[in-house]
């Protein structure tokens, strides 16, 4: 790697506001607002609006497409097939 040239690779916490959930990782973001850690260590924070805490996949809380109501609607809209008509 040519050296000066690449970002700075530090320690950042990330933080879900909504879930209120928060995880220190290695990365290259910058941010102004500072945490105290666990630790006793302070890192930038940065302010997410979704992460694993509560996005719907991850927590289980997935909408259940109506998929009979799609199909019937596609039937209304454009018939049922070729042999019917």
Do not use: C
């Not at 690449?6 to 290259?28: K, M």
């Not at 941010?31 to 105290?36: G, P, Q």
């Amino acid at each position: 790697m040519k050296p000066g040239i690449h970002p700075a690779y530090r320690p950042v916490v990330f933080r879900d506001r909504a879930a209120d959930f928060a995880f220190l990782t290695r990365s290259t973001a910058t941010s102004d607002k500072t945490v105290e850690w666990e630790d006793g260590n302070t890192y930038p924070v940065i302010d997410v609006e979704i992460s694993s805490a509560s996005h719907p996949f991850y927590t289980g809380t997935q909408r259940v497409l109506d998929t009979a109501g799609r199909v019937e609607r596609f039937e209304r809209r454009y018939g049922r097939g070729g042999s019917e008509q």
